[in-house]
């Protein structure tokens, strides 16, 4: 392993763990009743919410108060999930809750109550246009959207190959 690997590994190895103190203080806030602030990153809401957006996470108070519509943050080993409640079902003494993406394909294995970290309360995307209350409840276009977010991607692809094209075509006029 050369000098470059080695420092290559070091710091995955530290944001890794970056991330996993990001994620611990990220729980713990919300379990103290605190309001969270996180930036997405990817496109599994989009259009709803687009990468870069702000999210303002509310802890759960109430169970009650989170319906089908709302989206919610729920838990999970790497972080969390942003994701729109579909529904809920009970199964014995315990309540099930249905996530999906606005633009995934399918809905998320459901979660527990005890998973789900709270409720998102607000938004503000990069052109600090706001969203809140039942401006974030609304019915996704779940196939429309997953054809808009394939053809960003599709544009993002190309643009990334283009950019290596040109890169190694004027790195060898040199």
Request: aromatic share 6%; net charge positive.
């Amino acid at each position: 392993m050369n000098q470059a690997e080695k420092e290559h590994g070091k710091h995955m190895e530290k944001s890794g763990n970056d991330h996993k103190i990001a994620r611990d203080l990220g729980f713990s806030l919300l379990s103290e009743g605190r309001i969270l602030r996180i930036r997405a990153g990817g496109y599994s809401m989009y259009p709803s919410i687009k990468p870069g957006t702000t999210i303002l996470i509310s802890p759960k108070e109430n169970m009650k108060d989170i319906v089908p519509g709302d989206i919610i943050a729920w838990k999970r080993a790497q972080g969390f999930v942003v994701h729109r409640l579909i529904r809920t079902e009970e199964r014995g003494n315990e309540i099930l809750y249905y996530t999906r993406g606005d633009s995934c394909r399918h809905e998320d294995s459901p979660v527990t109550g005890e998973q789900i970290a709270g409720k998102v309360i607000r938004t503000e995307d990069r052109k600090n246009r706001i969203k809140k209350g039942d401006q974030l409840r609304k019915k996704p276009a779940y196939p429309l959207n997953r054809i808009i977010v394939r053809f960003i991607s599709g544009i993002k692809h190309l643009t990334n190959n283009l950019s290596a094209i040109f890169a190694k075509a004027s790195g060898s006029n040199e």
